[in-house]
């Protein structure tokens, strides 16, 4: 089964950027749709963004939408979340997970494969 891992998180300032990388173990990556999601302490994981296979589909939570931007190479195995004009509120365990569904993109419970995640803190 594929294995994801992220890296890229740290602390910063807010309205700082950060880029967040998600890698795969296998070349069948091109067969998952992609999601970020986030944990922050004491909350319920929320979806970020997500992208279909082929990056034809895009999606974004209403907090992120204009800052932040998902994107993968399958090429390389990889997908990504850049993150622009951080605010605190961002702050949280980033996730990458995978699917073979496209009909729920939003929703964790249609992600089968989860990386153990990075930690983002913003500092304001």
């Known amino acids: 089964q594929v294995q994801l891992v992220e890296s890229g998180g740290g602390l910063v300032q807010a309205g700082d950027s950060l880029r967040l990388s998600c890698t795969a173990s296998?070349?069948?990556?091109?067969?998952?749709?992609m999601g970020w999601f986030r944990q922050a302490p004491g909350k319920a994981r929320e979806f970020v963004a997500g992208?279909?296979?082929?990056?034809?589909?895009?999606v974004y939570a209403d907090p992120v939408k204009g800052r932040f931007t998902i994107s993968r190479d399958n090429a390389k195995n990889t997908a990504s979340l850049e993150m622009n004009r951080l605010k605190p509120e961002d702050t949280a365990v980033y996730y990458c997970?995978?699917?073979?569904?496209?009909?729920?993109?939003?929703?964790?419970?249609?992600?089968?494969?989860w990386g153990q995640g990075t930690q983002v803190t913003v500092s304001s």
């Open positions: 997970a995978g699917t073979g569904r496209l009909d729920e993109p939003t929703n964790s419970d249609a992600y089968n494969i």
């Open positions: 296998e070349r069948s990556f091109s067969n998952y749709a």
């Open positions: 992208i279909s296979q082929w990056g034809g589909n895009r």
